[in-house]
């Protein structure tokens, strides 16, 4: 029996306290702590022999180098952070085009059935899912019925034709249907539409079928 995923034909006040701030790390010296040695080295340096003014220079020069390098580190961490974002919202742009899982296997129990969603890119007139071994041979069909373009949900029983239940294993599905002009249209399992787009806790997550799945599970979109 097939079930439209969208909805469509059915064929079958208070502030969360926060952690206090975590003590500086006094083992590391910066800009300012330089900066403090320096003047305080000046400040005590024997007035019969001062420091060298060459000494100074180099000094000062590495605590321009310092605060370059520490101003360097900050703009790319902020930099890494405004990307990590664009990337993030750009997935938007892939509504509405399909998105590849990448395989078109489900796992079967023995002696249980095994619910699955197949894309029809257009009109359904007459068509036959077919579940195969890894040999390619067929295992068991069922029947798409008469239904405009969308996501399907099918279940498939797991026995064959003769009735006998099939073993559990790894089961390509695939279809073939008849579109409204009389021909012939292929798809599988694995390629779905995207419909949104969710973000939740730093990651990106897009609704395929009636699932939502890591964008990092996409192989591809087109």
Same mark, same amino acid.
């Given at each position: 029996?097939?079930?439209?995923?969208?909805?469509?034909?059915? /064929?079958?006040?208070? =502030?969360?306290?926060?952690?206090?701030? %975590? &003590?500086?790390? @006094? !083992? #590391?010296?910066?800009?300012? $702590?330089?900066?403090?040695?320096?003047?305080?080295?000046?400040?005590?340096?024997?007035?019969?022999?001062?420091?060298?003014?060459?000494?100074?220079?180099?000094?000062?020069?590495?605590?321009?180098?310092?605060?370059?390098?520490?101003?360097?580190?900050?703009?790319?961490?902020?930099?890494?952070? /405004?990307?990590?974002? =664009?990337?993030?919202?750009?997935?938007? %742009? &892939?509504?509405? @085009? !399909? #998105?590849?899982?990448?395989? $078109?296997?489900?796992?079967?129990?023995?002696?249980?059935?095994?619910?699955?969603?197949?894309?029809?890119?257009?009109?359904?007139?007459?068509?036959?899912?077919?579940?195969?071994?890894?040999?390619?041979?067929?295992?068991?069909?069922?029947?798409?019925?008469?239904?405009?373009?969308?996501?399907?949900?099918?279940?498939?029983?797991?026995?064959?034709?003769?009735?006998?239940?099939?073993?559990?294993?790894?089961?390509?599905?695939?279809?073939?249907?008849?579109?409204?002009?009389?021909?012939?249209?292929?798809?599988?399992?694995?390629?779905?539409?995207?419909?949104?787009?969710?973000?939740?806790?730093?990651?990106?997550?897009?609704?395929?079928?009636?699932?939502?799945?890591?964008?990092?599970?996409?192989?591809?979109?087109?």
């Amino acid at each position: 029996m097939a079930i439209n995923a969208y909805g469509r034909n059915i /064929a079958t006040n208070g =502030t969360i306290p926060t952690a206090s701030t %975590a &003590a500086k790390d @006094k !083992t #590391a010296l910066g800009k300012d $702590d330089f900066m403090k040695l320096l003047l305080v080295q000046l400040q005590y340096q024997d007035p019969t022999s001062p420091m060298d003014a060459e000494k100074i220079l180099t000094q000062t020069s590495q605590l321009a180098s310092l605060e370059s390098s520490n101003n360097t580190k900050d703009a790319l961490t902020k930099l890494t952070d /405004a990307m990590g974002s =664009t990337n993030q919202f750009s997935t938007i %742009a &892939a509504i509405g @085009k !399909t #998105a590849d899982l990448g395989s $078109d296997a489900i796992t079967h129990e023995k002696g249980s059935s095994s619910t699955f969603e197949v894309y029809f890119p257009k009109d359904v007139e007459q068509g036959t899912i077919s579940i195969k071994d890894k040999s390619g041979a067929t295992v068991g069909t069922l029947d798409v019925g008469t239904n405009p373009s969308g996501v399907y949900q099918f279940t498939w029983d797991g026995l064959n034709a003769s009735g006998t239940e099939i073993d559990s294993g790894i089961y390509s599905v695939t279809a073939s249907y008849k579109d409204k002009n009389a021909e012939t249209q292929e798809t599988r399992l694995g390629a779905y539409p995207i419909e949104s787009v969710r973000f939740d806790q730093g990651k990106t997550l897009v609704k395929v079928g009636s699932s939502y799945v890591p964008l990092e599970n996409i192989k591809e979109v087109y």
